[in-house]
């Protein structure tokens, strides 16, 4: 009972194939948060434009700036994420070359080395 190549045997996992990221997925990101933290900050402003008292004044102040710190750093690291993996894809086929150069063992050429 042969198995195909293309398929894994049983209990092993086949490798996650992840589409392609490129600027413009990077772009859309840097977009969604900029819509996302401007939303909330014209919210903020609604919200504050009625405020009567200081002291809800300083609460909704201190809930908006608990949230735009969340976001920023929730969305922060979603672009982080597409960085590095933009980067992945762009190092992918050095990665494999260096992988294979360390296995076999083959070291830079040293000049300043004479037999």
Known sequence: MGTSPDVPPSGVAAPVETAPIGLRAIANAYGDYTRKSFEETRCFVEQLTVVR???KAMKLQTEFARQAYETFVAESQKIYELHSKLARQALGPWQG??????????ESPDVTRRK
Do not use: L
């Not at 070359?97 to 083959?106: D, L, Y």
């Open 53 to 55: 008292s200081p002291d």
């Open 97 to 106: 070359f260096v992988a294979r150069t360390t296995e076999t063992g083959v």
